[in-house]
């Protein structure tokens, strides 16, 4: 059966999935979601012996029905290869009674490279279905993650062009140098002179500016995402929570049909939206943690049914989840809101307009599956301390948040899986110091060699690569002048 998108904002949208995957972003500036989400249409009798590869065909046949088998196998294959520094690809390892889903072995040391890897050949294959002949120019404002992976995965991609945004002082020295040193012709980055939601918002404005995107299609040009608002980066995500749970199962950790929780740390809400949709596929997840840093606009939200942006923005060492507007929040408040696409674009009008809005009694209830939970940054230093003491495992800031929230809230009873979405390397400063106070005024690179001997891993490919690689990329600019850049960088 063919299972078509429509927008969150217009329910008279409607696109297939790989049109979908094309345009990013719906044309009346919601997001797509599809008309169902479909139950999994194979037994976890069968998953449990499946490899991450198959377990990926299994689950995103039934989300992007207008794949062809051989499509669609090409794509995974290309994305989930030796990329990844470990055949499982995303290993589950349990420490002290709680698993952490490591979702950071593939180029970029991060999970965005779990739904990255993938997601060009996704974009390319969409591309052809839809006979464009344009260059699609890949426009992403990234927290620290998302621009590095989208970078890895676009680089040198026949028929693309890639342009990124980050704000200059909000990402760690390894991510900055990451994305500085990214090779590859059709590739560009951005410093802003803001934050990340000016990013995200300027990006988001250039979507949908049809005089923009009219001068665009006249030179051969159109715009696509890679940030979360694509579905084509939220169907892979759905994978691995799949993947972990006949994990699981297979490795008699739990019964058949036992619930566990999920704790993912977060930002812009879209590897828990994902959780969600794998719950709503009939895996047994019970809670769905929302795990937040001091920008906890998301929790407040849970606690309150008053999504309230107005407020400071602070810089936390988990720098990814700084972020005050969480664009796939979005796809759950249609939902709740019963698939009203007329309420749905309210609400957000009312978050563009003022900052805030209020959910309805009735939608509230219907977050019964989701409970949240924040860490501060004291919190989050003592968490990676406390399980580095207790078990030798040494875990990343954001691993932290979740970490912290799932010791707090998830009590003992139910088994819980946390996404681990970062390698401790990436953050190797704020890591390090939260175990010793004595390396506060070390050096960040000179500090990899230490963690090596305190975590007793190897470091990982990715940080070699930065270490002597050459700067290509300096170009910075003033958050209301993007536009401007994206025009300069494609020379019109
Ligand atoms: C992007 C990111 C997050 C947040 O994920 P969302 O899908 O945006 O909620 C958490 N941790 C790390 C390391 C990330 O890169």
């Known amino acids: 059966m063919d299972l078509y998108y429509k927008s969150t904002r217009d329910s008279n949208v409607k696109a297939t999935a790989s049109e979908a995957i094309l345009t990013g972003l719906a044309p009346d500036g919601g997001l797509f979601v599809p008309e169902s989400i479909p139950a999994l249409d194979v037994p976890l009798e069968k998953l449990k012996k499946m490899s991450y590869q198959e377990t990926a065909y299994a689950?995103?046949?039934?989300?992007?029905?207008?794949?062809?088998?051989?499509?669609?196998?090409?794509?995974?294959?290309?994305?989930?290869?030796?990329?990844?520094?470990?055949?499982?690809?995303?290993?589950?390892?349990?420490?002290?009674?709680?698993?952490?889903?490591?979702?950071?072995?593939?180029?970029?040391?991060?999970?965005?490279?779990?739904?990255?890897?993938?997601?060009?050949?996704?974009?390319?294959?969409?591309?052809?279905?839809?006979?464009?002949?344009?260059?699609?120019?890949?426009?992403?404002?990234?927290?620290?993650?998302?621009?590095?992976?989208?970078?890895?995965?676009?680089?040198?991609?026949?028929?693309?062009?890639?342009?990124?945004?980050?704000?200059?002082?909000?990402?760690?020295?390894?991510?900055?140098?990451?994305?500085?040193?990214?090779?590859?012709?059709?590739?560009?980055?951005?410093?802003?002179h803001g934050n990340f939601d000016n990013a995200q918002s300027g990006v988001k404005a250039m979507f949908e500016d049809k005089a923009l995107a009219k001068e665009l299609e006249e030179k051969g040009y159109q715009f696509s995402s890679a940030n979360s608002i694509n579905i084509g980066r939220l169907v892979p995500q759905v994978v691995y929570y799949v993947y972990a749970y006949a994990k699981l199962l297979e490795n008699d950790e739990i019964q058949e049909g036992e619930t566990v929780n999920v704790v993912v740390p977060t930002g812009n809400f879209g590897n828990i939206l994902a959780a969600y949709y794998a719950k709503k596929m009939g895996i047994p997840i019970d809670k769905l943690v929302c795990a937040s840093n001091e920008n906890k606009v998301l929790f407040d939200f849970l606690k309150t049914g008053i999504y309230d942006r107005n407020r400071q923005f602070v810089l936390t060492s988990s720098p990814s989840m700084d972020i005050l507007i969480s664009s796939n929040l979005e796809r759950l408040i249609y939902l709740i809101a019963g698939e009203d696409s007329k309420k749905t674009k309210e609400l957000m009008e009312a978050l563009k307009r003022d900052g805030k809005y209020e959910i309805t009694e009735n939608m509230r209830r219907k977050l019964?599956?989701?409970?949240?939970?924040?860490?501060?940054?004291?919190?989050?230093?003592?968490?990676?301390?406390?399980?580095?003491?207790k078990t030798g495992y040494v875990i990343d800031t954001h691993t932290a948040v979740a970490s912290h929230v799932c010791k707090e809230i998830c009590g003992d009873d139910k088994k819980c899986v946390i996404a681990s979405t970062a390698s401790p390397y990436k953050f190797v400063k704020s890591v390090m110091t939260a175990i010793d106070k004595a390396y506060e005024g070390e050096d960040e690179f000179a500090l990899l060699e230490n963690m090596c001997n305190v975590s007793k891993t190897e470091m990982p490919q990715a940080i070699k690569d930065i270490l002597d690689a050459e700067v290509l990329h300096r170009t910075e600019c003033d958050a209301d002048k993007m536009e401007e850049t994206v025009k300069n960088i494609l020379g019109i």
């Open 59 to 192: 689950v995103m046949k039934q989300f992007l029905t207008d794949f062809t088998e051989e499509e669609l196998k090409r794509c995974i294959d290309k994305a989930y290869d030796e990329k990844f520094d470990t055949e499982e690809i995303v290993p589950l390892v349990k420490m002290d009674n709680t698993y952490y889903l490591e979702l950071f072995h593939g180029a970029t040391i991060a999970f965005k490279d779990m739904a990255l890897s993938i997601l060009p050949h996704l974009l390319t294959t969409s591309a052809k279905k839809n006979r464009t002949s344009n260059e699609i120019v890949i426009l992403t404002a990234t927290s620290g993650d998302t621009g590095k992976a989208a970078m890895a995965g676009f680089a040198d991609v026949e028929g693309t062009r890639i342009i990124v945004f980050y704000p200059k002082d909000g990402v760690s020295k390894v991510q900055k140098l990451q994305m500085a040193t990214q090779k590859g012709k059709n590739v560009a980055v951005v410093a802003i």
């Open 368 to 389: 019964s599956d989701f409970a949240g939970g924040y860490a501060t940054e004291e919190q989050t230093a003592e968490e990676i301390k406390r399980v580095y003491e």
